[in-house]
């Protein structure tokens, strides 16, 4: 199968030209300023006439068919990498989760058994480590040889994910001989159960009070522990889901002192704030997720991080939760509400609309915070992550003047209402190549579930 994309503006990182891509079976084959010359030897022509060409998004964040408090986050590895695909998404990681007591390796094989034959784009897993010990320890390297090379660890809910000092010391130590990556959720989790309980005993059980008891100076805290520790053993370190303006300075004194710590932030603290919280009856459930939204003004920093490299991607942390018979799990009790919130296929045209046509971020810096930059950090690159002879053709026509209406009745995740709802963007994706198949087509669905496949990926480098 051959595919000309033709007459398109081509956006990496770095370049923006006009021109033409030619895909040969799963690779870019050959990039030109005209490649007329060979249009009739093609299967399929695409004409990219006034849309951008870019490379597909990744999102190194996503929780699909996840167990959470009682309950499972909405969206399967087919639904939910579909939406992605709607949204300009062509790769994910996921999390695989290890429990106490279980192998490393059980975890993959159960994460993987949850994708195959489900997911329409490319996927690969990060492992979440509850249960450091020296055969958990030891699996680590085998998983970085087999293509899982990043784990993600927990400051946050003792008892559950959270990881004392120790261990996350010694797990920091460990990729530091094996290569792999430290991934770090990082809020202050002994601090905020103790604001938790105190707050329940005072009758405080509404969703606002999810916030109100995850204070900003404990994400700092944990993000500046985190780094702390990653210094001590010599080792980058990567923090998850970034929202506080007070974590970010931790980051950014870091970064100024030349050590490798890298972040990530989320469009839900770009766009929502605290204010979510305060809407009326059981609806700041919708925006319940750790950590919390914060305030307005905080935006303003994130952005100020993101455009000057001190923030290095953008990443969703899906997790969707139904209102229905899920939120509601939390109606009389704010902590038993299930952490999450949707947010798969919104993300690029979100961060293209309030980013680049707001004069925040270049469409440059676009494309490398949405796909370049994760991909490089979590050893994909330039497999993926960039238009160039030789890479995945993971493609996305995108039409920049194209308005829509964010609305959980037109989206295609699984979940009865979105974060974003009611509000219009400028900027969308129109048609989607995951390895040079076609996905979605002029706004249409294409694809097929299964052929997404597991990315076996590389150490940093
Ligand atoms: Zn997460």
Known sequence: MRTLIRNGTIVTATDLYKGDVLVDGEKIAVIGTTLDGIADGVDKIIDASGKYVLPGGIDVHTHLDMPFGGTTSADDFESGTTAAAFGGTTSIVDFAIQYRGQTLHHAWETWAKKAEGKAVIDYGFHMIMTDLNDQTEAEMDALVRQGITSFKLFMAYPGVFMLDDASIFKALLRTGKNGGTICMHAENGGVIDVLVQRALAAGKTAPKYHALTRPARAEAE??????????????????????????????TEARDRGLPAYAE???????????????????????VMSPPLRQKATQDQLWRGLAFNDLQAISTDHCPFCMKEQKELGRSDFSKIPNGAPGIETRMSLVYDGGVRANRISLNRFVELTSTSPARIFGLFPRKGTIAPGSDADIVVF???RTTTLSARTLHMNVDYNPYE??????????????GRLVIENGKFVGRAGSGSFIKRSVRT
């Open 222 to 251: 944990a993000t500046h522990r985190a780094i702390a520790l990653a210094e001590i053993a010599d080792v980058p370190i990567y923090i998850v889901h970034l929202s506080a303006a007070e974590a970010l300075e931790m980051v």
């Open 265 to 287: 932030t989320c469009p839900q603290y770009l766009f929502l704030s605290y204010d979510n919280y305060e809407e009326p009856g059981f609806d700041g459930a919708k925006y």
């Open 422 to 435: 009611g509000r219009t963007v400028t900027g969308a994706t129109d048609t989607v190549l995951s390895r």
């Open 399 to 401: 039409d920049p003047n």
